[in-house]
């Protein structure tokens, strides 16, 4: 454990940095995995809930890349993933 006054400061801030940011990934995961379903459910019986949870999705990745909370390069990567699904069902 550090003595230092700074260095015990900067643990209390990076650990509440780190609670945040895996908040938000924890939630970019799960708003992913229900577009995904939505996107195969949709599929089948052309439910008008996939368009939604896909936009909810790619508004929460750009969001949490835009604050620094993911790299920009794979909310565009996980974005791009998320599309090629929706476009290959709905073809």
Known sequence: ?????????RNRSNERRRQRNQAVRSELKTRIKSAARAIEDGSEDGSEDAPEAVRAAQKRLGKAASKGRIHKN????RTSRLMKKA???AE
């Open 74 to 77: 794979q909310a565009a990567r």
């Open 1 to 9: 454990m550090a003595n230092i006054k700074s260095q015990i400061k």
């Open 87 to 89: 476009v290959a069902t």
